[in-house]
């Protein structure tokens, strides 16, 4: 198994910045295509960023151009850098691991370890 915690959550004004970060461990050797999904009040969980076992980044469109998803393979730390923050992107943030290598979607279906979600309040 593999065990994700998630931290960095907060409360922030709009415009302004916070990075998450989400720690690794357990049976970390195999560790897969990661990514940060969100839930906001009253929505469905939803795909915000993935990096691949290669580094690629894949991010949803609301993401691009103010996110930035990394990773420290050695520490088997993640993070999600968000600048510009706005009021909707108040959510749960989550950190996943996926069943596979490569990014194949959104579907959290597709990913089969979770943290516990760390909230994040614009406002």
């Known amino acids: 198994d593999v065990q994700l915690v998630e931290s960095g959550g907060g409360s922030v004004q709009p415009g302004g910045s916070l990075r998450l970060s989400c720690q690794a461990s357990?049976?970390?050797?195999?560790?897969?295509?990661m990514g940060w999904f969100r839930q906001r009040p009253g929505k469905e969980r939803e795909g915000v960023a993935a990096?691949?076992?290669?580094?690629?980044?894949n991010y949803a469109a609301f993401a691009e151009g103010r996110f930035t998803i990394s990773k420290d393979s050695a520490n088997k730390i993640m993070y999600l850098q968000m600048n510009t923050l706005k009021s909707e992107d108040t959510a749960i943030y989550y950190c996943?691991?996926?069943?596979?290598?490569?990014?194949?979607?959104?579907?959290?279906?597709?990913?089969?370890?979770w943290g516990q979600g760390t909230q994040v309040t614009v406002s």
């Open positions: 357990g049976n970390t050797q195999s560790l897969r295509c």
């Open positions: 996943a691991v996926a069943s596979t290598f490569y990014f194949m979607g959104w579907a959290p279906g597709d990913f089969a370890y």
């Open positions: 990096i691949d076992k290669n580094g690629k980044t």
